[in-house]
């Protein structure tokens, strides 16, 4: 009876491993690097080119190829990508963000930090914070459009 269940869960794993976006997306190393610090890949768009890291520090740059316009969720904030996104990142927390910004109030804000707290992502827009569950990031959006955002 037991085994029988232990199939049957590892057989429901191995399809739900298939079906899931992780597998489908094939995210690049840049987004693996993401979830080795304890992110979810959908943070950084789909369209990553490069990216470098100082794993001393954790001073990384990204490398998208073009900025690049996403809608976020649940909120569909629009979110602007620079062609280049930089920071500094150790587990659980991103800080010093440059290159990432939110349509939020009528306004461009800047993100500047993003943190992991249990089952959410806390943003940061200078004192300000949002926070959101993690697995609205569960997949990396593709950018919108070709020359979009400045
Ligand atoms: C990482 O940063 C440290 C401190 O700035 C520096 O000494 C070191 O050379 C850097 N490593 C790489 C691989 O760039």
């Excluded at 049957?8 to 690097?33: G, I, K, M, R, V």
């Excluded at 500094?88 to 992991?116: E, L």
């Excluded at 926070?131 to 990396?140: G, I, L, R, V």
Aim: hydrophobic share 40%; proline share 6%.
């Amino acid at each position: 009876m037991a085994t029988k269940s232990l199939i049957f869960s590892f057989y429901t794993l191995f399809l739900l491993l298939l079906l899931s976006p992780f597998s489908s997306q094939n995210p690049t190393p840049a987004h693996s690097e993401l979830t080795n610090y304890g992110f979810p890949i959908g943070l950084l768009p789909s369209s990553v080119l490069g990216y470098s890291i100082n794993i001393t520090t954790g001073d990384f740059s990204v490398d998208l190829g073009g900025s690049c316009k996403v809608t976020l969720p649940p909120d569909n904030y629009l979110a602007t990508y620079s062609k280049k996104v930089t920071g500094k990142i150790v587990a659980g927390r991103i800080a010093d963000i440059d290159g990432i910004r939110v349509r939020a109030f009528f306004k461009w804000w800047s993100i500047t930090g993003i943190r992991s707290s249990g089952d959410d992502l806390v943003f940061e827009v200078g004192m300000v914070t949002a926070k959101y569950p993690s697995k609205n990031f569960d997949e990396s959006p593709a950018c919108e459009g070709k020359h979009s955002a400045s």
